[in-house]
């Protein structure tokens, strides 16, 4: 992978970083209920009924898209990714918080694994304005967190950022980009993640405890 260095004004202006949002999440369960799997073949899909606090009188029916394996489709409901996405829909600020939504259904149309866990989820709600009867737009691609890592050296009154050349085929080009990487698991550790991609991309042994 090359590494290139690139010359940055010399006086440089850092903005600060944006804040932290946190959410509020109330004390209630999202309930999963699995349907029996039909035991001969038959065109019928997988699906899986849950229950949210919000509306409890109509649950929501979870569908895998045509192709969509029986794993993948387990992994994707049971995945960190998908339950937080719930719990954002009835936290404080969320869609389904003051009841002028409605949740009818979820068709999870991909999955892509990244290992034993999920790296990117695509699925599509069916989520409903109460006073209208009109469709929300609810198109969502899911993925985990990431962490990106600035460095800046200073040379002879130069200042200089390193960046990595990087293939990304969604826009069909080579891209500069900070060295960056997602967290291996749901429990934050974006120091260890973020040593890692400058060990690997830049080929510098930094200690942890550092």
Same mark, same amino acid.
């Given at each position: 992978? +090359?590494q290139l260095?690139?010359? @940055?004004?010399?006086?440089?202006?850092?903005?600060?970083?944006p %804040?932290?949002? *946190?959410?509020n999440y109330?004390?209630?369960?999202t309930?999963l209920v699995c349907s029996k799997?039909p035991?001969e073949?038959s065109?019928?899909?997988?699906? *899986?009924?849950?229950t949210i606090p +919000?509306?409890?009188? &109509?649950?929501?029916h #979870? #569908?895998?898209?045509?192709?969509l394996s029986?794993?993948?489709?387990?992994?994707?409901?049971?995945?960190?990714? =998908?339950? &937080?996405w719930?719990?954002n829909?009835?936290?404080?600020t969320g869609?389904?918080?003051?009841?002028?939504? $409605? $949740?009818? &259904?979820? @068709?999870i149309q991909?999955?892509d694994? =990244?290992?034993?866990?999920?790296?990117?989820?695509?699925?599509k709600?069916?989520?409903?304005?109460?006073?209208?009867?009109?469709?929300?737009?609810g198109?969502?691609?899911?993925?985990g967190?990431?962490v990106?890592?600035?460095?800046?050296l200073?040379?002879?009154?130069?200042?200089?950022?390193?960046?990595?050349e990087q293939?990304?085929? %969604?826009?069909?080009?080579?891209?500069l980009?900070?060295?960056?990487?997602?967290?291996?698991?749901?429990?934050?550790?974006?120091?260890?993640t973020?040593v890692?991609?400058?060990s690997?991309?830049?080929?510098l042994? =930094?200690? $942890?405890? @550092?």
């Amino acid at each position: 992978m +090359s590494q290139l260095f690139y010359t @940055l004004p010399k006086r440089l202006t850092v903005s600060p970083s944006p %804040p932290l949002l *946190h959410f509020n999440y109330r004390s209630s369960r999202t309930r999963l209920v699995c349907s029996k799997m039909p035991t001969e073949s038959s065109p019928s899909p997988l699906t *899986h009924s849950i229950t949210i606090p +919000s509306q409890l009188s &109509q649950p929501v029916h #979870v #569908v895998a898209a045509p192709g969509l394996s029986e794993s993948d489709f387990r992994c994707a409901v049971e995945s960190t990714l =998908f339950k &937080q996405w719930l719990k954002n829909l009835q936290s404080e600020t969320g869609i389904l918080a003051n009841g002028d939504m $409605l $949740l009818k &259904q979820v @068709l999870i149309q991909g999955v892509d694994m =990244f290992g034993k866990r999920i790296g990117f989820l695509k699925f599509k709600a069916d989520i409903f304005c109460k006073e209208t009867g009109q469709k929300v737009p609810g198109i969502v691609f899911a993925r985990g967190p990431a962490v990106a890592v600035l460095i800046l050296l200073d040379s002879e009154g130069e200042t200089y950022a390193i960046l990595t050349e990087q293939v990304r085929v %969604p826009t069909g080009r080579v891209i500069l980009e900070l060295p960056a990487g997602m967290l291996d698991d749901d429990k934050g550790d974006f120091v260890g993640t973020a040593v890692r991609e400058v060990s690997f991309i830049l080929l510098l042994d =930094f200690l $942890l405890s @550092l």
